[in-house]
Each structure stands twice: as C-alpha cells, then as structure tokens.
C-alpha cells in the first residue's frame, strides 16, 4: 500500500491538479508550495524549532517519568552529517508526495465536486493516508498508525496554513531528526545519536521500539506542536 499510494496516487492526484492549475491561469510552483519567498527560511526554522522543543520535552518528561534509561554513545562529525543527509531526504520526499502532489491534488479534486471550500477533508484524508503508510515499519501498531496520522494532520495544517513547503518540511525534519539526536527511535528505525535510550516502561507510554509516534508522551507532544504552529501561523498574518 506504501507504495501505491507515494508512487501512483499521489503523483496522479498532482498532476491532475497541475492540469487544473495551467488550465486556469495559475501558478504552477507557488500551487506546489515550491516557490521561494521571503517566508520560505523563517517558516523552515521556525518549523524546525518547534518540533526540536516536542521531542526534547517528551525525552525530558520520560526520562523525568523513569520509563527511559540513556547512556552515552559515540558520534563524531562525519556521523552528524551523514544522518542528517538521511534523514532530510527522506523527510523532503514524504513531503513532496504527501504534501506537494497528494494534499494539493485532494484540495484540487475535492474542488470539482463542491468540496474544496472545506479543507479539512483533503487534510484528513492524506493524513489517515499519511498514518497507514507507516503501518508496515517495524514495531507498528494501532496506536503508531494513529500518532503518525497525526503527523499527517500537522504537516497539512501546516502546508496549507503557510501556503508552502519549508513549513511542513522543517517540522518533519525537526521531528525526526531530534528523535535521532537523542537517541530515540524513528517510526520503528534506529540511527546513532548522542544517547542509547532503553525504554524501562509500558510501551503504550513510550512508544517502545517504535518510537514517541506510538506512545501516549509522544502522542500528547503533536498537540503541543498543533499549539506552536498555530501560534505561529496567527503571528505570521
């Protein structure tokens, strides 16, 4: 289904909203969310931020809890920059399919049909969209399907609140990237960080192997994002 859905629907759903787009005079790459403006680093670095303060305040909360263990772990430069590489692109592609085609070619589509004036439901549909994707990651379950929904949810809100990419792309890379950093696992895949964490409590709170996605700490943490980004947002206009 993962593939199905970032390799055939999402660049369909895109394309059909690029047709509609030319058709009306529309710009194709601001439409993407892929233009350059003078918002594209602020929204970046604010998104970042934002989900840099979650996941440090669920790795504090746990660890203040006594449901995680850490101990130091080796990292040097090299390892830095080769994580961060992996972890940027591949935030950077689930964004351009999920957000860019899929999200954009809903809002488009739903339009057609009288729906468009509603963005919710383009935003629901390609975060449950978003959810399931996750569902075949090692240690996935009901719980890391629905944490990584929500996801979904902030970086559509996110997408279309900010009318571009970098939001989105910098809350995603914050996300996973700190969950690296600190030795937490992302979405049931290990990397080096500065700690090894050993997670001592239910998983149900911790995520467990997963990661923060399936735990009710990480979970409650995506409301706080939802808070700063909509902070942010109101700000911004």
Known sequence: MSDIVTFVVAPVLGIIAIVLW??????VLANLGLKVTK???PDFLVGVTITFIAILAVFMVELGLGVITIASAPYDVNLFLSTLGDIA???AVEELFFRSLLLSGLVAVLGLVRWGSNRWIPVLISAVLFGLIHASNPGASPISIFGNAMGGLIYGMAFLGARNIWFPFGLHLGWNFTQTLLGLP???KNFPGLFTVTPTGPDLVTGGAFGPEAGIIGILSRFLVIAL???YLSLRY
Do not use: E, T, Y
């Not at 030319?22 to 710009?27: A, K, L, T």
């Open 186 to 188: 992302v979405s049931g």
């Open 39 to 41: 918002w594209s680093v």
């Open 22 to 27: 030319v058709r009306r005079g529309q710009p």
């Open 229 to 231: 980004l909509l902070g």
């Open 89 to 91: 692109a591949n935030a």
